[in-house]
């Protein structure tokens, strides 16, 4: 068999890689066509993307299709109560925790054929051809594919990664409805899940988690690198904020007698941009939402509510930059007699990824001349939720433009490659190695 | 008969008034019948105001209501083509031009009971006033009440009084359509009106105009007077700009690396207000309208849209102001990188009002111990319109804490009555006044 593939350290030096082009082919043929097949459920009409909601008919397909793959591949298939999919390939030593691999099977709406996708079609291409390398590893290997991540139905995310850790349970979540008012237990029965007899999706059992994403930034692309080892999800603040000014006629109020809360508002956009440049990378502040009342060209705005998204790697940081924040928008509301409203939607504390699994994987580029860079991720990734119970890594590949949640995501084929390839090989070493490689366990 | 009633010049010197307290308060009864009668038609649930579209069947009912009581009067009452009703108290000169007075009969959206109903009210409370005590007027007096001027239900303002100075035509606006895709042609029939064998609503006829409105600002109401008389209803730009960035994820686009169209345009919201500030009274400049895109908490704003609306009371410094605002923008985009563009959607030239009617207003105020102060109408009237083919005259009376366009809208008792007195008498000067007082006439 094809054993020469994907081994670590026996290439000639400075080769340009290790296996023969033959298999390097043949493992990315795998997750090419699993990944072309899967952005066929949920796709819409040309330049319209794909729309895979959360339990959904075309979620529901998908899933199917994975679970059908899965067995295919000869591996162990379930769902469990909440619709993630796993397909085991079972180890030789089963007292050892499972490694994992997988990322998303949901899209935000009219979203790309990569987020979420690409590490669930790696992952299912590298553990079949493992096995078919292989055989039987010494540690089990599973591939997963998340119910949910993107938040893009219900109004939370990581309902999928969530529920395996205990972050999410259905007694917190079940009654949250989506925009039509359907509940996620309602959505979830429809869909077939939630019924007693299904597995409890919380896991104790994992030893490691590996997600393979594409970047959806433009760091990569810009250096040049072929493959970044994220080191540190960020940490992510969400705000709510309302400004409260008086609503006026344009016309008949003189400027010095308004009280607009638009002028107000934007003031506070400005000043936001303007403390985030100063505090430096990788600090990011963003206004994505801002909604105007009663938004009339002739009326002076009595109400603004926008939103606020801050993120750095470090806590410390982002609560100290926060602060100051509150400090300055409240300076600005006062000066004009502006009342505002901040509200907290969410704090998710910074996320490291496992030194232990980042060093396998520099290693592992090193060894193959692929380039890589380590770098911290500015989105949030299932991987920050099972970092809390295993030690878990993210590879990103190169988005195209940075684009991504859009249909015109794209990674080139040959990063979609060597991101399988290595994705493979470290799976190799956690599952088929000697013990003494399994430092990382826990 | 009451002959001393609003006689001009007659008070003793210092005294508190003219007339006695009985023909003030006849005079005042007749307006507050009318007034209040006028607000049932539209009015909705306590709380949400009173909403009279242009041909919708509270506005008609509302006309017809006022054609009745035209009649009861003793007027000749007529519709023309358009729905301007007119009640008409023929003169004894007939060669000479008519005398005007009125408002218009629609609403905003959930609007006060005083904005355009007060005008029609006192108008013809006046006229029916003077019947009664001077019987037949020297010059032809009329009561209007102009179909439409607020621009609530079709994108556009004045069809009631452009129709009368031909400033606005079926031809140009008649396919225009309302929010429900209805044209105004449509509407207008459906109304009962656009009939060829009606009247053509384009006069040439008219020596005077007057209206009494309410102020729609906080000025009188600060400064403690009764009465505003009107120099200049204000000149308008109104603008569209629309700002173009680039749509990224919050998280993973380095604040350096951005081209965000909210920080951009709030950047000119920001600008705006302070240049306007520095150019100081009458101009005002709003933003009353922003609107975000994709407007979506963690993606970096690609696109916003927002409006202008700028006024000043000189056509020169309205347009300076407008050229230096443009520049300003224009730079504040290109520091950017992002794209501008800003779009005339309106431009109405400053109206000056008759400066002998205001004279004469100022004469009878005095006279009377009135408190009046000559002012800039920051709002848009009929008046503004009716001032390019004859002298008009404009007067004010407070509107409590400035507020209008809502169910709030309120004028105390004795500033309505004051206002509709001195509307009174200055109708009485122009129709029934010895003819050497008719300078104003042209």
């Known amino acids: 068999m094809k054993k020469e593939f994907i081994q670590p350290g026996d290439s000639p030096a400075g080769g340009g890689g290790v296996s023969g082009e033959n298999e390097q ?17 949920g796709a819409g009409a040309p330049g319209e993307g794909i729309t895979r909601l959360l339990y959904s008919p075309a979620w529901l397909e998908a899933q199917l299709f994975l679970a059908e793959r899965m067995r295919a591949a000869g591996l ?8 993630n999919l796993y397909g085991r390939l079972q180890g030789s030593e089963p007292g050892r925790p499972v490694v994992a691999a997988g990322s998303h099977v949901d899209t935000v709406k009219q979203g790309g054929k990569y ?34 991540e993107e938040g893009s139905r219900f109004p939370f995310a990581y309902w999928g990664s969530g529920s395996v850790t205990g972050e999410r349970d259905l007694q917190r979540y079940g009654s949250i409805r989506d925009g039509a008012g359907v509940t996620l237990q309602e959505a979830m029965e429809q869909a077939g899940f939630g019924r007693a007899e299904q597995a409890d999706p919380l896991r104790r059992d994992l030893g490691a988690y590996l997600e393979l994403h594409i970047e959806q930034g433009i760091m990569l692309e810009r250096e040049g690198a072929d493959i970044g080892i994220v080191e540190t999800i960020v940490g992510q603040r969400r705000y709510t904020a309302q400004v409260t000014g008086e609503t006026n006629h344009a016309g008949t109020t003189p400027m010095r007698m308004r009280s607009d809360a638009l002028a107000g508002a934007a003031e506070m ?6 403390m985030a440049l ?31 998204d801050i993120r750095h790697e470090s806590g410390e940081k982002l609560q100290g930059f ?3 924040m509150s400090e300055a928008f409240a300076g600005l509301a006062a000066a004009r007699g502006l009342k505002l409203e901040l509200q907290l939607q969410l704090a998710t504390a910074p996320a490291p990824m496992d030194a232990g699994l980042g060093g396998r994987l520099e290693r592992l580029c090193s060894s193959r001349g692929i380039s890589c860079r380590r770098m911290v991720s500015g989105a949030g990734h299932d991987a920050q939720l099972l970092a809390a119970v295993c030690p878990a890594a993210m590879l990103f590949v190169p988005s195209r433009g940075g684009i991504s949640h859009a249909p015109e995501e794209y990674t080139a084929p040959e990063h979609l490659a060597r991101g399988t390839e290595l994705l493979a090989a470290l799976l190799r070493e956690l599952a088929y190695g000697d013990n003494d490689e399994q430092k990382g366990e826990r």
């Open 322 to 324: 926060c602060g100051r």
């Open 25 to 41: 082919d043949i493992l990315a043929g795998y997750m090419f066509d699993i990944l072309d097949s899967l952005s066929q459920y």
């Open 115 to 148: 987020d979420g996708a690409l590490g669930i079609a790696a992952s299912l291409a590298a553990v079949s051809y493992l096995k078919e390398c292989y055989g039987v590893p010494k540690r089990t290997l599973e591939v997963v594919s998340f119910c949910e």
């Open 269 to 274: 956009v400005v000043a936001l941009e303007r």
């Open 278 to 308: 100063e505090e430096g990378p990788p600090l990011v502040a963003t206004v994505g939402r801002l909604e105007v009342s009663p938004n009339t060209s002739n009326v002076i705005p009595g109400r603004v509510s926008f939103s606020l």
């Open 76 to 83: 162990e298939v379930r769902f469990d109560r909440v619709g």
